[in-house]
């Protein structure tokens, strides 16, 4: 049985950051069935509702969260 895997992401003005963390994703042994980048720019909920938002976007039976400045590990 395989295991699906989202990656939420929420960002707030560091596109950079963003693209460094996206890159790390690319490079994973197992990759993700979805990324949801959840930009909150424009509404400044904050992480935790962006996350909320992120998770209920994608279809898998697990959720990873990372923050737009991570870089996961391959």
């Known amino acids: ?34 990324i949801e980048v959840v930009d909150d720019s424009d509404t400044d909920y904050g992480p935790g509702t962006s996350r909320n938002i992120g998770w209920k976007r994608g279809s898998a039976s697990v959720v990873a969260s990372l923050d737009d400045d991570c870089i996961a590990s391959p």
């Open 1 to 34: 049985m395989e295991i699906g895997v989202d990656v939420v992401i929420p960002t707030f003005r560091r596109p950079e950051a963003l693209s460094k963390c996206l890159l790390s994703l690319e490079k994973q042994t197992v990759m993700p069935d979805s």
